[in-house]
């Protein structure tokens, strides 16, 4: 069950995209997403796509493993593409249905949208592809370092993010044991009708919920007995270096977003 839930997983591979310094990969992120917004033609996406898929090859991470980290916001997708190509009215009408109309403008934006939503999940997902949560970490507090100016501990805010990451897979593992168990004692939600499946939510989230203050409660007990305590100094077991192809990656990414932004 594991294997069906890879967002916020780590998977080890040889690629320079592993070897990139986390703050690279954190900075390039941001402007990834500012990318994706700004590209509002289709020969932008192509560029973008084409791209994407280069640095996703790179990785040597199979590809549908970053469709897996796409495929849980599927129907939201579907929802997305649904509800702009019959509410956006713009453009020349391509079918008209009384008060359901398609236009061209409302399909393309449509179209636009579900590509955004899924290339953000699936190219981001890179960054936890390809990173140790303990890299990420520490790269986190290097770049929220600045935060210290306004009075915000940037140790806390990438502890609470690196658990946030961690504990994904962990609560998705506590569903598929009390999934089982409900299955176990004749309650399979795959062959129960959708009404039944919306009954089942509230004993399925309890048990879930339950366990994962239960887990989040032993590993408060296990950093406490190693001694840790937030503010006090700590060495680092890998220190962080920035390279000549760490430069060379966040400017291909500020290179692409002048190419889209003159496009668009």
């Known amino acids: 069950m594991r294997q069906k839930f890879v967002l916020g997983r780590y998977i080890e591979r040889d690629s320079w995209v592993h070897r990139l310094d986390p703050r690279a990969k954190l900075t390039a992120m941001p402007l990834y997403v500012c990318i994706l917004v700004f590209a509002d033609s289709w020969i ?115 502890l609470t993010i690196g658990i946030a990451l961690r504990f994904i897979p962990t609560i998705w593992d506590e569903a598929q044991t009390v999934i089982k168990a409900q299955a176990s004692r004749g309650a399979d939600l795959r062959e129960l009708p959708w009404r039944e499946k919306g009954k089942m939510i509230v004993p399925l989230l309890i048990p879930v919920i339950v366990g994962a203050f239960r887990r989040a409660e032993d590993l408060v007990y296990s950093m406490e007995a190693r001694g840790f305590q937030l503010g006090q100094p700590r060495t680092k077991y890998y220190e962080l270096q920035w390279k000549t192809r760490d430069s060379i990656f966040i400017a291909s990414f500020a290179l692409i977003g002048a190419v889209v932004f003159t496009i668009t």
């Open 44 to 158: 932008a996406a192509g560029i973008v796509t084409g791209y994407s898929f280069a640095v996703m090859r790179a990785t040597n991470v199979p590809f549908r493993t970053f469709v897996k980290a796409a495929k849980p916001l599927r129907y939201l997708m579907i929802f997305m593409f649904v509800f702009q190509m019959l509410l956006i009215r713009d453009g020349p009408p391509l079918l008209d249905w009384g008060a359901f109309a398609i236009h061209a403008g409302g399909l393309r934006q449509a179209a636009l949208s579900v590509w955004r939503m899924a290339f953000l999940v699936s190219f981001t997902a890179i960054l936890t592809f390809t990173t140790t949560p303990a890299k990420l970490n520490q790269a986190l507090e290097d770049v929220l370092a600045p935060f210290k100016l306004i009075r915000l501990d940037p140790q806390l805010i990438a």
